[in-house]
């Protein structure tokens, strides 16, 4: 059975830092690509980061370069976010999403994020 557990959300100020896990079971996970995607209140779900090659390679959305770095351990089967100098409209939740070798797509339940002051 697939699992994916999201931890790490909270509340934080802005200019502040969070980092965010997921860990993952129930497939290969250093051959899955993991993603972080987030979820604004009354917004589309969007891309974040991605970590694929068994970490060798990432992605990031435009917008979050040199602030947010996804990394992973394919030891412990977690893969982390890293979210620096965060902003108010990094208020969201935050999904893990795996897709597997096989092409099969899997989420977290989420976790939530609220930037405040």
């Known amino acids: 059975q697939v699992q994916l557990v999201e931890s790490g959300g909270g509340l934080v100020q802005p200019g502040g830092s969070l980092r965010l896990s997921c860990a993952a079971s129930?497939?290969?996970?250093?051959?899955?690509?993991i993603s972080w995607y987030r979820q604004a209140p009354g917004q589309e779900r969007d891309f974040v980061a991605s970590s694929f090659n068994a970490g060798r390679s990432t992605n990031y959305a435009d917008s979050l370069k040199g602030r947010f770095t996804i990394s992973r351990d394919n030891v412990l089967n977690t893969v982390y976010l890293q979210m620096n100098s965060l902003k108010f409209d990094g208020t969201a939740v935050y999904y893990c999403?795996?897709?597997?070798?096989?092409?099969?797509?899997?989420w977290g339940q989420g976790t939530q994020v609220i930037v405040y002051s």
């Open positions: 129930g497939f290969t996970f250093s051959r899955a690509a």
């Open positions: 999403n795996a897709q597997t070798e096989h092409d099969y797509d899997y």
